[in-house]
Nanobody
């Protein structure tokens, strides 16, 4: 089992950056592919990015490609999401999640594929 705790959210101006972190506990962290999702008020939770167990493969939603970067450190049991060039449309609660399948697959952007979730961290963007 894996417990996930996100941090790093906050209020930034449009065009600004944040570095979101997800700290994991549990001995099997390195076996999981990891993902970031976000949920804005009144909207469905949507996929943002995913990374394979080794960090060698990544996958991004089109809306964040080129602006966001996902990375992981298996020794520290952390996953980070560097978010740059933020716009008001990026404002949401950001969640990290763990997928028991260690590799990125065709359904890595489906929230139903993830087995464990954190509580989320709020990102607010002022225009």
């Amino acid at each position: 089992q894996v417990q996930l705790v996100e941090s790093g959210g906050g209020l930034v101006q449009a065009g600004g950056s944040l570095r979101l972190s997800c700290a994991a506990s549990g001995r099997t962290f390195r076996n999981y592919a990891m993902g970031w999702f976000r949920q804005a008020p009144g909207k469905e939770r949507e996929f943002v990015a995913a990374i394979s167990w080794s960090g060698g493969n990544t996958y991004y939603a089109d809306s964040v490609k080129g602006r966001f970067t996902i990375a992981r450190d298996n020794a520290k049991k952390t996953v980070t999401l560097q978010v740059n060039s933020l716009t008001p449309e990026d404002m949401a609660v950001y969640y990290c999640a763990a997928d028991k399948r260690s590799s990125i697959h065709t359904r890595s952007d489906f929230r139903e594929e993830y087995d464990y979730w954190g509580q989320g961290t709020q990102v607010a963007v002022s225009s």
